[in-house]
């Protein structure tokens, strides 16, 4: 049996329609907890699948300091995050996940009333 040759993946080679990048980044928005890096990273692949240099232009920036600013070695600012997401052509939106909102509201509501009736 002869040896195995293993390549090195690279996500960005598969990333070839709007709908698939639009997909991965939700996927590693909702597996991200909050680590913002990953989502910098994540961009970074999509802007790769697109062409770093188009897309550092669309978005204003430096091919070099969108290479820096998406690497995953650090967390970009959300400007730069807006710009990206803007280049890529897609669109951020947010959706509520939970009653957590509701809940604390209703816990102020109820701190009020009692002191209300203190």
Same mark, same amino acid.
Do not use: N, W
């Given at each position: ?16 329609? !709007? ?14 907890? $909050? ?15 697109? *062409? ?7 978005? $204003? ?14 967390? !970009? *600012? ?20 939970? *009653? ?9 509501? *109820? ?8």
């Amino acid at each position: 049996m002869g040896r195995t040759k293993t390549t090195r993946y690279d996500v960005a080679e598969h990333l070839r329609t !709007p709908e698939e990048m639009a997909a991965y980044l939700e996927a590693c928005l909702e597996e991200a907890d $909050g680590d913002a890096t990953l989502i910098a990273k994540a961009l970074g692949d999509i802007a790769r699948a697109q *062409g770093m240099a188009q897309v550092a232009r669309d978005a $204003g920036l430096s091919r070099e300091s969108l290479y820096k600013a998406l690497s995953g070695d650090r967390s !970009p *600012g959300f400007d730069t995050i807006l710009k990206v997401i803007g280049a890529l052509g897609l669109k951020l939106h947010a959706q509520a996940t939970s *009653g957590r909102l509701r809940d604390s509201r209703a816990r102020s509501r *109820g701190r009020m009333t009692k002191r209300r009736a203190a």
